[in-house]
């Protein structure tokens, strides 16, 4: 046996270890050379790579996949379940995320296998509006009979599978809008094994408890939000006739009514380590990525208005220095999700916000921590601390360099735990600044005197 990134990982050999890539392989999709999600047929005529197996002793289940997958160990539990998750590297193209989630093996410990049907028919009532379904299927090289219910919306959908194995039963997450054959395969790679010891004798915290996600301290939170409160006064002002009401636009996406309050996200005192090249009180448009780029709509993610997925289109990112203070966007807002959880692991640790109209929901992805009092249920106006920047994504998966991820969206849906998913994508082009004469900047697809646009500086 050998270590990789911290886990116990084996070669599958010979024979074998061809037999387990052909069905690997194939299973998940796979970026192409031109930066677009790959069906598992095509992925796996384009991979000829070793196979490993990624071992979890506390899990009790392994799994074998192309050695080039990235492992993610995971440092808390989520829901009762404690596993491990598999990424896929993606291109080595300017992005923000360092890879797509592929399947999460999981040991279900809070669940028994006679309430696995209970739990299935709660899944088909949480999303009575999307076209899930239910099958039955061959789970490990054993056999195991395993239920399937999904797809499972987020901002990665997947298919959520139940099985019982000896009393224990196990949560597989298979990440796609489908199950195809080839994800099948993956399936019946897995072997269960009696757990090396209970998940409880790990000491692991739950994944959004205040231990977990409240890393600054009230203190700091509390003087960022002064801070801003003493240098954010007064509102910009929109020449408001030139603008109209929110339009419908191409593929299903709405353009924010321009008359709404938004705001940058970021404080006076964001990016002042000298050697980030970006002055203090500002940052950049769309560093790594602004509309319509990489994960904001091209890798088949959500754009502007598929149901089982986040939106993205119009997402926007921004460069800031690792825990600089992120705050509400909007003038009153609530809060629907602080955290992590399965469904949006691409977003790491998030904060979505409903705007006061009832209508507008922001998500800030990627922070390093969330700011204390923020949980679902609270009340947020334009001077709340709601997290701090970091690049958190898929636990050991890089994300880039430290920044928000900001996108928008018009009445979206949500989980059972609040986070969003379906509605239109939103196109904000108005956003607030407070720095010298306070106004509003326009954002635009090219950059010109009046719009700001990819590389632009914009000041808190």
Same mark, same amino acid.
């Given at each position: 046996?050998?270590?990789?990134?911290?886990?116990?990982?084996?070669?599958?050999?010979?024979?074998?270890?061809?037999?387990?890539?052909?069905?690997?392989?194939?299973?998940?999709?796979?970026?192409?050379?031109?930066?677009?999600?790959?069906?598992?047929?095509?992925?796996?005529?384009?991979?000829?790579?070793?196979?490993?197996?990624?071992?979890?002793?506390?899990?009790?289940?392994?799994?074998?996949?192309?050695?080039?997958?990235?492992?993610?160990?995971?440092?808390?539990? *989520?829901?009762?379940?404690?596993?491990?998750?598999?990424?896929? #590297?993606?291109?080595?193209?300017?992005?923000?995320?360092?890879?797509?989630?592929?399947?999460?093996?999981?040991?279900?410990?809070?669940?028994?296998?006679?309430?696995?049907?209970?739990?299935?028919?709660?899944?088909?009532?949480?999303?009575?509006?999307?076209?899930?379904?239910?099958?039955?299927?061959?789970?490990?090289?054993?056999?195991?009979?395993?239920?399937?219910?999904?797809?499972?919306?987020?901002?990665?959908?997947?298919?959520?599978?139940?099985?019982?194995?000896?009393?224990?039963?196990?949560?597989?997450?298979?990440?796609?809008?489908?199950?195809?054959?080839?994800?099948?395969?993956?399936?019946?790679?897995?072997?269960?094994? #009696?757990?090396?010891?209970?998940?409880?004798?790990?000491?692991?915290?739950?994944?959004?408890?205040?231990?977990?996600?409240?890393?600054?301290?009230?203190?700091?939170?509390?003087?960022?939000?002064?801070?801003?409160?003493?240098?954010?006064?007064?509102?910009?002002?929109?020449?408001?006739?030139?603008?109209?009401?929110?339009?419908?636009?191409?593929?299903?996406?709405?353009?924010?009514?321009?008359?709404?309050?938004?705001?940058?996200?970021?404080?006076?005192?964001?990016?002042?380590?000298?050697?980030?090249?970006?002055?203090?009180?500002?940052?950049? %448009?769309?560093?790594?990525?602004?509309?319509?780029?990489?994960?904001?709509?091209?890798?088949? *993610?959500?754009?502007?208005?598929?149901?089982?997925?986040?939106?993205?289109?119009?997402?926007?990112? *921004?460069?800031?220095?690792?825990?600089?203070?992120?705050?509400?966007?909007?003038?009153?807002?609530?809060?629907?999700?602080?955290?992590?959880?399965?469904?949006?692991?691409?977003?790491?640790?998030?904060?979505?916000?409903?705007?006061?109209?009832?209508?507008?929901?922001?998500?800030?992805?990627?922070?390093?921590?969330?700011?204390?009092?923020?949980?679902?249920?609270?009340? %947020?106006?334009?001077?709340?601390?709601?997290?701090?920047?970091?690049?958190?994504?898929?636990?050991?998966?890089?994300?880039?360099?430290?920044?928000?991820?900001?996108?928008? *969206?018009?009445?979206?849906?949500?989980?059972?735990?609040?986070?969003?998913?379906?509605?239109?994508?939103?196109?904000?082009?108005?956003?607030?600044?407070?720095?010298?004469?306070?106004?509003?900047?326009?954002?635009?697809?090219?950059?010109?005197?009046?719009?700001?646009?990819?590389?632009?500086?914009?000041?808190?």
């Amino acid at each position: 046996m050998r270590r990789v990134l911290g886990l116990n990982l084996t070669h599958c050999g010979g024979l074998r270890g061809l037999a387990v890539l052909l069905g690997i392989v194939g299973a998940m999709c796979a970026l192409s050379a031109a930066g677009k999600l790959v069906s598992s047929a095509e992925a796996l005529q384009g991979s000829k790579g070793p196979t490993e197996r990624t071992e979890g002793g506390a899990v009790g289940a392994s799994i074998s996949h192309p050695a080039k997958w990235f492992v993610e160990r995971e440092r808390s539990t *989520y829901d009762q379940t404690y596993g491990f998750t598999l990424w896929r #590297p993606v291109s080595g193209a300017p992005h923000d995320h360092g890879g797509t989630p592929a399947v999460r093996v999981a040991l279900a410990y809070g669940l028994r296998p006679g309430q696995i049907k209970a739990t299935v028919l709660e899944k088909l009532r949480a999303y009575p509006k999307l076209p899930l379904t239910r099958e039955e299927v061959s789970v490990a090289e054993k056999g195991h009979k395993g239920v399937a219910v999904g797809p499972i919306p987020g901002s990665t959908p997947s298919t959520e599978i139940y099985v019982p194995v000896n009393g224990r039963v196990y949560q597989i997450n298979v990440y796609g809008k489908t199950l195809g054959s080839g994800d099948k395969e993956l399936l019946s790679t897995l072997r269960f094994e #009696p757990p090396s010891r209970p998940v409880g004798s790990l000491g692991l915290p739950v994944a959004n408890s205040a231990e977990t996600l409240n890393g600054a301290g009230a203190k700091r939170a509390e003087r960022e939000r002064t801070v801003h409160e003493a240098t954010t006064k007064g509102e910009a002002t929109f020449a408001a006739s030139s603008l109209g009401e929110e339009t419908p636009i191409d593929e299903g996406c709405w353009q924010a009514d321009p008359d709404f309050f938004f705001q940058t996200q970021y404080g006076s005192t964001a990016n002042a380590n000298p050697k980030d090249n970006i002055p203090t009180g500002w940052s950049i %448009v769309g560093r790594p990525n602004y509309w319509d780029e990489y994960t904001h709509g091209r890798l088949e *993610y959500g754009r502007c208005d598929k149901q089982e997925y986040t939106n993205d289109k119009f997402a926007v990112d *921004y460069p800031l220095d690792p825990g600089d203070a992120i705050f509400s966007p909007f003038t009153r807002g609530t809060v629907t999700f602080a955290g992590r959880n399965i469904t949006h692991k691409d977003y790491g640790i998030f904060v979505s916000i409903e705007a006061a109209n009832g209508k507008y929901v922001n998500v800030s992805g990627h922070l390093s921590s969330v700011a204390p009092g923020i949980r679902r249920g609270a009340e %947020v106006d334009r001077n709340t601390v709601i997290g701090f920047a970091g690049k958190t994504g898929g636990g050991d998966i890089p994300v880039g360099p430290v920044h928000l991820h900001q996108a928008y *969206y018009r009445y979206p849906t949500y989980t059972p735990d609040g986070a969003p998913y379906g509605g239109a994508g939103l196109k904000v082009v108005g956003h607030h600044y407070f720095r010298g004469d306070n106004g509003v900047y326009r954002f635009g697809w090219v950059e010109r005197s009046e719009f700001k646009y990819k590389g632009s500086g914009i000041s808190f």
